[in-house]
């Protein structure tokens, strides 16, 4: 090792679990992390990730087939995998999934730099182990930053926890008398939570198409479409 690599080496301050830490630092710290370190700030705490088993990865296909077959029926929309979100000061999470629509659509979540800054519209957590997490720490979080809705998939034992934004607080609520969970930030995504634990990829399908032929959904589209046309004619960039 050289003398120069010697002194960079020594001026790299690791993240370390359960630092206090503010945003701006420990994004700095994150990104002299090796390559394959996964970490989230929460409440102003780091918090180093354990590896991942792989029904977590198999949940997060599933959540991804049904998601991938709304946003082929909403243009303006976009999914992302656990991406680094500045939050505010006190959160960077990495979310296991979120939806969020896009800027130039009208959406409030922001690109900046090659992140995401804003509170997502939507964010989905598969829990198992980090269940007590997802729904104490990490919950905190997203509702202060201003997440408008909050899915926590739970494992063994199967469970959803569908959280919707009122009066600045996240409530939790049931599935309508017909079963199905109904997002209010993106009309006609529905969901079948039994269906995704039983991973029936037809059901998921189906409960979507019900959900985005819908005159709820159709007036979103056109919303949407409309922020498009403004943002385009104003000559704005995302």
């Keep these: 090792m050289s003398v120069v690599q010697k002194h960079e080496a020594a001026t790299v301050t690791p993240l370390v679990a359960g630092q206090r830490l503010d945003r701006a630092t420990f994004h700095d710290r994150y990104e002299q992390m090796p390559p394959g370190t996964r970490a989230e700030l929460v409440g102003g705490v780091v918090y180093m990730p354990s590896p991942l088993r792989f029904d977590h990865g198999d949940r997060d296909h599933w959540v991804s087939v049904w998601l991938d077959r709304y946003m082929e029926f909403t243009q ?45 519209d939507l964010v989905i957590e598969i829990a198992r182990s980090s269940r007590k997490f997802d729904l104490g720490p990490k919950y905190l979080d997203y509702e202060r930053a201003g997440v408008s809705e909050y899915v926590v998939v739970g494992l063994e034992p199967d469970e959803a926890y569908w959280h919707v934004r009122r009066d600045e607080r996240f409530v939790r609520v049931s599935p309508d008398t017909d079963g199905l969970f109904r997002s209010v ?37 056109a919303r949407m479409a409309e922020a498009r046309k403004g943002h385009s004619e104003g000559g704005t960039s995302p």
């Design 185 to 221: 930030v993106f009309p006609g995504l529905w969901l079948d939570a039994q269906a995704l634990f039983d991973e029936n990829r037809g059901r998921l399908r189906e409960i979507v198409d019900r959900g985005v032929a819908t005159p709820e959904h159709a007036a979103f589209v």
């Design 76 to 120: 303006g929309i976009a999914v992302s995998h656990n991406a680094s979100t500045f939050l505010d000061d006190e959160g960077e999470p990495q979310p296991d999934v979120l939806l969020r629509i896009l800027p130039e659509w009208g959406g409030r979540i922001r690109h900046v730099d090659g992140y995401l800054e804003g509170p997502p």
